[in-house]
């Protein structure tokens, strides 16, 4: 008679498992270089935070907010498109970040080849003009938030910002670059100086990367 009483608690457990191996869980994105490769750009200390504990916990929060909701089984960018709140912000924080790690690189810098710098070129008639704009805007985030080089539907290019964890996917747009304007970027190396922060960033952009975005 036993038996029959477990039966349906094996069953139930079973059940939760098959769910629970089918849930869409995240992985924190591999850093693409070691944590010192950066260096003196930006240090080692400051990418072991910045992505280890930073990025780490937007993920694990994203897993731990997303169980039982209808964005369980939801790709990142749909979540993105269609949450908002603590949801919203743990997945944007995710892709945000996931773009930013990887377009900087200990081979980048330089300039842009190729079609992305025709068409940085014919919009702000130089690349020095465009690190200028691009500098000007991040600077004038207040507080947390996001510079970005994006295009738009039919292409054209702009530089604009957004608050804490807002990103362009929100308006579609596509993004090429991103910098992360976020005290935690930049505070252990920097201090307040966000712009000597911006100045040094542009001899670590993977420009090869930001090429394939555009
Ligand atoms: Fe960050």
């Known amino acids: ?8 608690i094996v ?6 498992s098959i769910k629970n191996a089918d849930a869409r869980a995240f992985d924190l994105p591999a850093l693409p270089y070691a944590a010192n490769a950066l260096e003196p ?13 930073h990025l780490r916990a937007y993920v694990t929060n994203l897993n731990n907010l997303i169980v039982g909701t209808k964005f369980e089984n939801l790709s990142l960018e749909e979540i993105i498109k269609q949450s908002d709140g603590a949801i919203f912000n743990n997945a944007a924080q995710l892709w945000n970040h996931t773009l930013y790690f990887a377009l900087l690189s200990p081979k980048g810098g330089g300039e842009p080849k190729g079609k992305l710098a025709d068409a940085i070129q014919s919009t702000w008639g130089s690349f020095e ?3 200028k704009d691009f500098n000007a805007l991040a600077v004038a985030q207040f507080g947390s938030g996001w510079a970005w080089l994006v295009k738009d539907a039919s292409g054209k290019l702009s530089i604009v910002k957004t608050n804490n964890a807002d990103n362009p996917l929100t308006k579609g747009l596509t993004a090429i670059l991103a910098v992360d304007v976020w005290e935690h ?15 040094e960033l542009w001899k670590i952009i993977n420009w090869d990367e930001a090429s394939k975005r555009y």
Do not use: C, W
């Open 41 to 53: 750009v930006i240090s080692e200390q400051t990418i072991q935070l910045h992505h280890g504990k």
């Open 185 to 199: 970027a930049y505070y252990l190396d920097y201090q307040n100086r966000r712009p000597d922060y911006l100045s």
């Open 11 to 16: 069953v139930l457990l079973l059940v939760m």
């Open 129 to 131: 003009n465009f690190k």
């Open 1 to 8: 008679m036993k038996k029959i009483y477990y039966l349906p």
